[in-house]
């Protein structure tokens, strides 16, 4: 094989790089859900005394 | 469930088809192994110019409906779009090295317009970071979205003109993989590399798009959660016989 | 017919009432030219001192400086109407959002060609160019690019008014978007010094024409979505 360095570069770099991106959006989509969850308890819970929470 | 299933089959698409177009297929008589890179730079850029497709139409949606789903594909096409963009880019110059002789050729009008490309959707999304309210945010992505696409054409025209009215034409085109002379295994392994690459932006398309529903409802919660809180302050404020002041 | 004739009218006003903020703030205009000349000065330092290299880049040179100047122009003019909330009043009346584009539009031409007619000079002098022969290729092309610029510019400064970081989003938008127009004013412009020996000075002023109509439309139209708030 020729240019191999290229053709290293050129596959390592693309097919490298959509992992990491795939990598990077599930890691965000765990945290946005972790978040997303944390908010949906938080209202749960605070939902009965919502009216005013220092009385 | 299906997302899933979708994932694991782009995933083996792209190994199978990588594993063929770096290996099974034979290297081109004239560019040698470089011509390899082609199997990844083709679908690259057809990526990249679908994704700022999908962007442009949702946008003209957006401003039709003013649904927020519509805004969720417009930023998931975008940033999808310049990471393929820049692969094709980056692909273009490692095959432009070995085989024309230089990474950059100011003279090949698709990769001067792709580098425009890239630049206008990056400050597309820079732009979005960079606004608050969602709705605000959409509608002006969205004028911005589509004033980039309108653009896409002329500079590919000015970019045409600018090498033939002053020099003769490019050697070795990339577009020698798709000549109806190539040979049927050179069309297949592009062909398949192409259909994997695809799987797997759909994939991340759908990824993207949840994410996007994710963070527009934290992001609203966040908003909800300002305006109670200043609500509160404001009360503390009247009555400040309550005891405890209100922090941040 | 009538619809049109208030446009026109609406657009008019606009774009006089611009021009009478820009004379009366002399400085800030002043300051931009004064700004796009150093450019072309430090160019000259950047390039020079070989007369012919200069003479060669002369073209580009003056259409970046005229472009960066501009960039200037357009971000002025918004930020005049932003910072008293008077962009919100303007869309509050009963008038086509497209014509307080096209005032807007207007008053950034007139600015722009000023500067171009400034620049132009400078550059026959700081570059050891004679404009005299090519003076009518040079004014069209110069018209044509400021109409563009305007048309970009403009609608790039209606969307980044309100934002905190617009110094730097104006440009990171703009620049990328005006590439083609800055290809056909240099390549025109340096067609028109040489004398016109390839025949291209046409074929590129018609992209610029090109350039000029669809921008023009696409702004005009979008614009409209900027204000609504």
């Known amino acids: 094989m020729t240019d191999v360095g290229f053709i290293i570069a050129g596959y390592g770099v693309i097919l490298g790089g959509t992992a990491l991106y795939v990598g990077l959006l599930l890691r965000r989509l765990a945290a946005a859900r972790r978040v997303s969850l944390q908010i949906r308890h938080e209202a749960e819970s605070a939902a009965p005394a919502a009216p005013d929470r220092q009385a | 469930m299906g997302t899933r299933v979708l994932g694991i089959v782009a995933l083996l698409a792209v190994v199978a088809a990588s594993v063929n177009a770096l290996f099974l297929v034979p290297a081109d008589v004239y560019q040698g192994d470089a011509q390899r890179i082609m199997y990844v730079h083709v679908p690259s850029a057809w990526l990249g110019y679908l994704s700022f497709g999908v962007t442009a139409l949702a946008g003209i949606g957006y401003l039709w409906k003013r649904d927020l789903r519509l805004d969720a594909i417009a930023v998931s096409g975008a940033e999808i779009g310049v990471m393929f963009t820049a692969f094709a880019i980056w692909g273009g110059m490692m095959w432009g090295k070995p085989v024309w002789g230089v990474f950059w050729q100011w003279e090949d009008p698709r990769l001067t317009t792709t580098a425009l490309l890239l630049a206008l959707y990056l400050g597309y999304l820079l732009f979005r970071r960079l606004t608050d309210d969602p709705h605000r945010r959409a509608a002006r992505a969205a004028v911005v979205g589509i004033v980039a696409a309108v653009d896409i054409p002329i500079v590919h025209f000015s970019v045409e003109w600018w090498r033939g009215l002053h020099q003769g034409p490019t050697f070795g085109s990339p577009d020698k993989l798709l000549h109806p002379a190539a040979p049927v295994l050179f069309v297949i392994a592009l062909v398949g590399m192409v259909v994997a690459f695809t799987l797997a932006w759909v994939w991340l398309m759908i990824r993207r798009y949840g994410l996007a529903r994710i963070e527009w409802q934290i992001e609203e919660h966040g908003r909800l959660g300002r305006i109670s809180a200043a609500r509160r302050a404001a009360r503390t404020a009247v009555a400040p016989a309550d005891g405890a002041p209100e922090g941040a | ?42 160019f000259g ?18 259409w970046l400086a005229i472009v960066f100047g501009s960039l200037l122009t357009v971000a002025r003019l918004h930020q005049l109407e932003a910072e008293d909330g008077a962009l919100e009043e303007l869309a509050r009346y009963p008038i086509g959002r497209h014509a307080i584009y096209l005032g807007k539009l207007l008053a950034g031409f007139a600015a722009i060609l000023v500067l171009g007619g400034v620049l132009l000079p400078v550059v026959g002098i ?4 004679d404009l005299a022969p090519a003076w009518p290729a040079l004014a069209a092309t110069l018209v044509l690019g400021a109409i563009g610029l305007s048309a970009v510019g403009t609608f790039y400064a209606g969307v980044t008014v309100r934002m905190q970081a617009r110094e730097v989003m104006l440009p990171l938008l703009m620049l990328p978007v005006v590439a083609p127009l800055l290809l056909a004013t240099v390549k025109a412009t340096s067609a028109a010094l040489a004398g016109n020996p390839l025949g291209d000075l046409g074929a590129w002023q018609q992209l610029l024409l090109v350039f000029d109509v669809v921008m023009v439309t696409a702004g005009a139209v979008s614009y409209g979505h900027l204000l609504e708030e």
Do not use: H, N, W
């Not at chain 3, 009478?20 to 300051?31: F, H, P």
């Open chain 3, 126 to 129: 700081l570059y050891g160019i």
């Open chain 3, 45 to 62: 330092f950047a390039l020079g001192p070989d007369a012919r290299r200069l003479a060669d880049a002369a073209p580009g040179l003056l």
């Open chain 3, 1 to 42: 017919m009538t619809g049109l004739r208030a446009d026109a009218a609406v657009a008019l006003e606009i774009a006089r009432k611009d021009a009478r903020a820009e004379l009366r703030g002399r400085q800030i205009a002043g300051s931009t030219l004064f700004f796009a000349t150093l450019v072309l000065l430090l």
